[in-house]
């Protein structure tokens, strides 16, 4: 259990990564941008590697409650799909693209958790919804959900690969917005069609 002294110094230490990205930042930093000495860093943290295990915890453990709060809500599964939307753009808005790239290089255990981690929320949560807009009749019923489930998580994971998407060609969110709209078109019934326009010129005013 987090004391709210290391909570407070782990969600400060994330959002510094997030915004720097992982390899630039180093422990001066941190304290810095924490306003504490090394020290008292040094007496919850043994090192950066460790810094970075337990702001991978803490987040993993708020996406999980994020998703689990969304889907509580009980919503059609198109208005879910945007309320997903606008909660991984206010992630996504914060986020330095290099993150994930500093990650898989320079700390790859903790990449791996992390993917695991969302890869299996995020499935869950993409399988549930297509299974509940097939009986709404907003998604088509002639695709595998478990497959498409799949594809999607791999569309965002590749948001982040340099190689596809060189970083500060593209804006995070732009390619969100992107995939997110390519999913719903792709899965969606002539009415689910309909119920995405409406929410997104009820959007755009």
């Not at 987090?2 to 001066?28: C, H, P, T, Y």
């Amino acid at each position: 259990m987090l004391s709210e002294k290391e909570n407070q110094l782990i969600q400060g230490a994330m959002a510094l990564f997030m915004r720097l990205g992982v390899k630039s930042v180093n422990m001066d930093d941190v304290a810095r941008h924490l306003g504490v000495s090394k020290k008292t860093l040094y007496l919850h943290f043994k090192d950066k590697e460790d810094l970075i295990r337990r702001v991978i915890d803490l987040h993993c453990a708020g996406e999980d409650r994020s998703f689990a709060a969304i889907q509580a809500k009980n919503l059609p599964a198109i208005d879910e799909m945007f309320e997903i939307m606008h909660w991984v753009l206010s992630i996504l808005s914060k986020v330095n693209p290099s993150v994930q790239f500093d990650l898989d290089k320079y700390h790859p255990e903790e990449s791996r958790k992390l993917k695991e981690s969302r890869h299996k929320v995020v499935y869950g949560c993409m399988l549930s919804n297509m299974k509940k807009g097939q009986k709404e009749g907003m998604y088509r019923k002639d695709f595998h959900a478990d497959v498409i489930a799949k594809v999607y998580i791999s569309r965002m994971d590749i948001l982040f690969d340099p190689v596809v998407f060189p970083f500060g060609e593209y804006q995070l969110t732009d390619l969100y917005k992107e995939v997110f709209q390519y999913h719903i078109r792709g899965i969606a019934s002539a009415k689910g069609i309909e119920q995405l326009e409406h929410m997104l010129k009820q959007k755009r005013k």
